[in-house]
């Protein structure tokens, strides 16, 4: 009896699970592609990926330490950590012309380690935390990008700038722990549908913890999510609106600096897809890397500090879009057609019908949702498509196959 009983369980266990559902590795560019997976298990393994940024410009004297980049309605960001006033600096891409200098107007600086843009509102991170891992003011400043007054060195007004800060929900120790000797340092900072992403400078055991905090004003724990080994430690993070995250760091030992892709992640478990390293050579090269972000869905800009008193400052420009699947890199029509995907799509769907779009489509096709300012909305399968709160008016579907890349695009109303 207990063998019929145990064997009925398992039967029923297995036909609970999508008949075509097949876990593994969904990304043909890793050593251990599966052909035939449907669900990506996050087990892709890459070759070794060595990569030379492009040197743009060297960077202002006043930038020497510059630790943060963010782009903002095309313009590109950065600020210093520590020795500074409370400013961050739009710069020129192609030369070390100081465009614009912002003070953040009753703001204080202990050590601006990231910065972040989420299409209104930037985000400045002050919670480097490395002098003695016992720092109880970790802070993050946030303004709207409107506050900022036209001229070339202006201040945001105090009153325009709200104050998160927080701590971790984790430390517990808050005696001096010396110098670099931290799990609780942090130099990364990603803002992703209303909450602040913190990806952590473990300097005992070199990996990266991901925590969690609302990106409103208040005081907050930040609360853990996971932690990756990523053999060295984090200076830098941004995403793209396609869901795509690279995180920047270096190597202690060795000196060798670096970037992780990650991508094809469930919700906001980042480590839980593809996640593949590009060596980027020697901080003597390319000197420390502290600032990363992206310009667009695949590009975008990396800076170094002045190192060992021998590199200067300087601005790169970086392309990941050979090893990023078509379905996140959705700045265009795909590259490879099929257009019969589309043949039959609806061009007007009511408030309520948007996952009626899923019954026209094959199983496991690969979605992404745009508005008509480029906004990526939503991008997953198709049978995962959600019903979401859209206004009325045009939008744009791409639609992927899961094992080619190969796809159309669809413009359809929403009334």
């Known amino acids: 009896m207990r063998f019929i009983t145990l064997l009925l369980f398992t039967l029923v266990a297995c036909l609970a699970q999508p008949l075509d559902a097949q876990p593994g590795c969904t990304d043909p560019q890793a050593t251990n592609f599966t052909s035939g997976a449907t669900q990506n298990d996050g087990s892709c393994v890459y070759p070794v990926t060595t990569y030379t940024p492009a040197t743009k410009t060297a960077l202002a004297v006043v930038l020497n330490e510059t630790s943060g980049l963010v782009m903002a309605k095309g313009a590109l960001w950065t600020h210093n950590d520590s020795d500074d006033a409370p400013n961050i600096y739009q710069i020129d891409t192609l030369t070390n012309t100081i465009i614009q200098t912002v003070t953040l107007g009753g703001a204080s600086v202990v050590d601006w380690e990231d910065i972040a843009f989420d299409g209104t509102y930037f985000y400045v991170g002050d919670f480097g935390n490395n002098a003695n891992g016992n720092r109880t003011d970790l802070k993050v400043y946030k303004f709207p990008l409107s506050a900022i007054p036209s001229g070339a060195n202006v201040t945001v007004p105090e009153t325009a700038i709200e104050v998160i800060q927080f701590s971790y929900a984790d430390q517990t120790d808050f005696l001096p722990q010396g110098s670099n000797n931290t799990r609780f340092d942090c130099e990364a900072m990603i803002v992703r549908d209303g909450q602040i992403h913190l990806f952590t400078k473990n300097w005992l055991e070199n990996n990266t913890a991901h925590y969690v905090l609302p990106a409103v004003a208040g005081t907050y724990q ?103 699947p078509a379905v996140f890199l959705p700045t265009g029509r795909p590259v490879k057609k099929n257009d019969t995907l589309c043949r039959g799509l609806p061009n007007v769907l009511g408030a309520d019908q948007l996952p009626v779009l899923a019954g026209y489509l094959p199983a496991n096709t690969r979605l992404a949702l745009w508005d008509t300012l480029g906004k990526n909305l939503w991008q997953g399968k198709r049978e995962e498509l959600p019903q979401l709160q859209l206004d009325t008016g045009m939008y744009y579907l791409q639609v992927f196959e899961p094992e080619n890349g190969k796809g159309c695009a669809v413009t359809f109303w929403l009334n």
Not at 241 to 263: D, K, N, P, Q, T
Not at 300 to 321: D, H, K, V, W
């Open 222 to 324: 930040a609360e853990k999510q996971a932690a990756f080994f990523v053999d060295g430690l984090i200076t830098g993070a941004d995403i793209t609106a396609a869901g795509v995250i690279v995180l920047a760091g270096y190597r202690l030992s060795s000196g060798e600096c670096f970037m992780w892709l990650l991508f094809d992640y469930p919700g906001s478990a980042f480590f839980d897809g593809n996640k593949r390293r590009i060596e980027l050579g020697s901080v003597l090269g390319v000197g420390q890397m502290e600032g990363i972000c992206f310009r667009n869905n695949g590009q975008g800009y990396l800076s170094n500090e002045r190192t060992l008193n021998l590199i200067p400052a300087r601005l790169y420009s970086f392309s990941m879009t050979q090893w990023l």
